[in-house]
């Protein structure tokens, strides 16, 4: 199969990339390389479109918030319209589902908004693993660097790697319908919880603000009916790479 990827080098990218390079043929694009989509060349003739690329992150969102629709909407824009008669599966947020909440949440229900046929809205949930952003609560967690937690928040954590099999699933589902889906673990854990999981008691506690959801956790009816599920555990995975 031939695949164009967008953000080929961002966290998800990156990751998705070194599982589909020895399955599929890969046409790859990123501002990293070059190839910014506002203006790039998409010339290209493949089979399906995984489009990643585009800002994340609420809060940055909330004080860029032109930033965030010009790299999330406009560029989602000129991928629909030139591959509208592909297969797409592009990356949503699980923030969409409360889209008034900030700038980055609106984007991606916009996104989805306008998604043609034949495309799928993938709703990641908390997404973790190798290459992450350092200003992530995984990340710091594992460098014992949490300054403060939301102690009336729960997450839904998921490792890339489980993404991405979910998208390599994605590829061979032959439906055309439009779609929008969640890909998580299904199950979530408190903020609090999960520090004291890893015995950190001394912290700063807060209450969330009313920018972010409390509670992200995915509906898996649509991959679980396919055959998928998650492998990797999060707390396992935080007691393996955690910084004592």
Not at 89 to 106: D, G, H, I, Q, V
Not at 166 to 180: D, P
Not at 196 to 219: M, S
Request: aromatic letters at 10%; proline letters at 3%; one cysteine or more.
């Amino acid at each position: 199969m031939k695949i164009l990827l967008t953000g080929s080098e961002g966290f998800i990218g990156q990751n998705l990339k070194t599982y589909l390079q020895d399955r599929h043929q890969l046409i790859c694009l990123d501002k990293k390389t070059g190839n910014d989509l506002v203006t790039c060349n998409l010339d290209y003739d493949v089979d399906v479109v995984i489009h990643l690329a585009g800002l994340s992150g609420v809060r940055d969102s909330l004080d860029n918030p032109t930033e965030y629709w010009i790299n999330n909407v406009v560029t989602t824009h000129r991928i629909f319209e030139k591959f509208n008669n592909k297969k797409i599966l592009y990356a949503s947020s699980s923030t969409a589902k409360e889209p008034w909440r900030n700038p980055y949440a609106m984007s991606k229900y916009y996104m989805e908004t306008i998604a043609p046929e034949n495309s799928i809205g993938m709703r990641f949930t908390t997404v973790y693993g190798p290459g992450a952003r350092e200003s992530m609560l995984i990340p710091r967690l594992l460098r014992n660097d949490v300054p403060y937690i939301n102690v009336d928040h729960t997450r839904d954590f998921i490792h890339v790697n489980d993404i991405a099999t979910a998208i390599g699933l994605l590829l061979l589902y032959e439906g055309t319908e439009k779609q929008v889906i969640d890909i998580g673990t299904g199950k979530s854990i408190n903020l609090l919880d999960l520090l004291y999981e890893i015995n950190i008691k001394k912290i700063e506690k807060k209450i969330g603000t009313v920018f972010e959801r409390k509670d992200n956790t995915a509906q898996l009816d649509f991959l679980t009916k396919m055959g998928w599920k998650p492998k990797t555990d999060l707390i396992n995975y935080i007691k393996e790479n955690y910084d004592n």
